[in-house]
């Protein structure tokens, strides 16, 4: 299996600036899948038994021509590979490049491109070859090439099953609503995670999103009403304004018109840090049957209110209580 490619200035910066940090705060580790037509960072697709447990899933999907130009990639499964990489040593070897990369000379010829692509390399007192994922950078001054260590690429089988749950898992809820200040919802929920380890969380078909934790001494809650809604919607009964939120969210799950599910904070903590990839909107809903608690990042593309169709990003939270629908 081969991949090479290089690195386009726009598809660079994404991930420097963007996606890199974002994945690493939610896990040390991630899957690349390079496919004919695009390039994926995939976090717990295939579970984890290190020490991110069994926590969100999160899909970074890119278009191979934003990332990438004279893209090529080719195996014997498709033109498909898939390896997994520590996140904080791809970040630091994309940084190195742009360090070098950014020595060229303002005035004159356009620097050559970061180039990346995949090797068996042989190192100092190993007995075998090991797979890299290299990096080539000249700038004016120097030219430097970095190897970073990946696993061993996926199997037939494991590409397969990779495919399998990166297709389960594009399932949009029925219901989906925008926070329109993400920040505000991190704040919120910083200071719920200090009364509780688990959230309940609604989604109402009248745009609402009710969050809330319960212990056996307090019950503390917040919620954000006439959100945006994507999907299917209802018209919220006028005697629902009369009572609490909590019984509020009861009656609408009674009627089919919302769904719950319990999370655990941790997780949500870990997919709120994917703010730092800098979306234009965030949603959230519930999948049908209470699946999981699914937060969809939308993408503008520069200078427009149009979706950027060569992005796509999104997390996926296990659910600790099996939700009532």
Excluded at 8 to 33: E, M, N, Q, W
Excluded at 56 to 82: E, G, H, I, T, W
Aim: charged share 20%; hydrophobic share 40%.
């Amino acid at each position: 299996m081969k991949f090479k490619a290089s690195f386009t200035d726009d598809g660079i910066s994404l991930l420097d600036k963007r996606f890199l940090p974002a994945l690493d705060k939610v896990g040390r580790v991630c899957h690349v899948y390079l496919t004919p037509t695009h390039a994926m960072l995939l976090h717990n697709l295939l579970g984890s038994a290190g020490p991110d447990g069994d926590g969100p899933q999160c899909v970074a999907q890119f278009a191979k021509d934003l990332l990438f130009r004279d893209y090529s990639v080719s195996s014997r499964d498709a033109n498909r590979v898939a390896f997994s990489v520590d996140v904080a040593l791809l970040q630091r070897a994309l940084r190195s490049a742009l360090a070098v990369h950014a020595q060229w000379p303002a005035a004159g010829d356009a620097p050559a491109a970061i180039q990346v692509k995949l090797v068996n390399k042989q190192t100092a007192g190993s007995r075998s070859a090991a797979p890299f994922l290299t990096f080539e950078t000249k700038g004016a001054r120097s030219a430097v090439v970095q190897d970073v260590p990946i696993s061993k690429p996926l199997s037939r089988s494991d590409v397969a099953r990779l495919q399998e749950a990166l297709d389960a898992a594009q399932e949009l809820p029925e219901t989906l609503v925008q926070v329109p200040d993400l920040p505000q919802l991190q704040n919120l929920v910083d200071r719920l995670k200090n009364i509780g380890d688990l959230l309940t969380v609604n989604v109402t078909q009248y745009g609402d999103l009710h969050l809330q934790v319960s212990t056996s001494l307090v019950t503390v809650g917040s919620e954000f009403k006439r959100l945006r809604i994507l999907g299917v919607r209802a018209n919220a009964p006028v005697g629902d304004q009369n009572v609490s939120a909590t019984t509020r969210m009861e009656m609408a799950v009674e009627r089919g018109e919302a769904l719950s599910v319990q999370v655990s904070m941790k997780h949500l903590v870990k997919s709120l840090q994917c703010h730092l990839a800098k979306p234009d909107c965030t949603f959230y809903g519930i999948a049908p049957n209470g699946a999981c608690l699914t937060v969809i990042f939308q993408y503008f593309i520069p200078g427009t209110r149009v979706t950027d169709k060569s992005i796509s990003f999104y997390c996926r939270l296990p659910v600790l209580d099996p939700g009532t629908n």
